[in-house]
């Protein structure tokens, strides 16, 4: 019987609150930490643990038929990519901040300065958007650090609880985006598939109904 190829999170925030909507639907996966893929018991299913910002190509490419992955990094480089469902957990923001002892105005004062992020697409289009132009230094993680040692004038990356802001000395001074989880469909996906994903959805619908 044909299984249906879903992503998630290999290690990370959704990784296991991902794992957690897949049981809270019935569906059983041994999870061996180390194995990159698992076969679930008892539904035509497999998962394969992919790095949060690899999931959108292999969307693309047909290499899964599904995924559960943070809407920013979808809005981020997969926009051409549909949301089945939106799952109502991993809530945060995309956000500028900048250090606790810049008087800040207005989004202007980004204007000709450095934003470190991982996010230069969602960075270049809210700038865009306002008329500001700004010199993006890109980093893959641990974002907050740079302006503390001079690489930039702030930052824009994820907030949740504000924490690692809080532990950096930066206040968030412009909310860009809100983001959650989402159940993302390849624009590949066959028919066979998408009688699964009907399954899927279904019940993840349900689930979601008893967590109110
Ligand atoms: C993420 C994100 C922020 C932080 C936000 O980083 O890049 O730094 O979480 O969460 P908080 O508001 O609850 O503190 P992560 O810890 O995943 O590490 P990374 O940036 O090195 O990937
Ligand atoms: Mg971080």
Not at 73 to 87: C, F, N, P, Q, Y
Not at 168 to 192: F, G, H, R, W, Y
């Amino acid at each position: 019987m044909t299984k249906i190829r879903i992503a998630v999170q290999k290690s990370g925030r959704l990784n296991e609150d991902s794992l957690k909507i897949l049981k809270d639907c019935g569906i059983s996966i041994d999870n061996g930490k180390d194995q990159l893929k698992a076969t679930s018991r008892n539904f035509p299913l497999e998962v394969f643990y992919l790095r949060n910002g690899d999931i959108p190509q292999y969307l693309r490419d047909g290499v899964v038929d599904i995924a559960i992955i943070g809407e920013n990094v979808l809005i981020e480089k997969g926009k051409d990519i549909s949301i089945a469902e939106r799952l109502n957990f991993s809530k945060c923001r995309v956000s500028l901040a900048v250090p606790k002892n810049v008087s800040y105005n207005s989004i202007t004062d980004f204007e000709g300065n450095k934003i470190a992020t991982s996010y230069p697409n969602t960075v270049k289009e809210y700038l865009a958007s306002k008329g500001v132009t700004a010199d993006l230094h890109i980093i893959n993680g641990s974002v907050e650090i740079a302006p503390n040692i001079g690489l930039a004038y702030g930052i824009c990356d994820i907030v949740s609880s504000g924490s690692t802001l809080f532990k950096n000395n930066l206040k968030e001074v412009e909310v860009m985006l809100k983001s959650e989880a989402v159940l993302a469909v390849s624009p590949t996906i066959s028919e066979e598939h998408k009688e699964l994903l009907r399954k899927i959805q279904f019940r993840i619908k349900s689930v979601l109904q008893a967590r109110q």
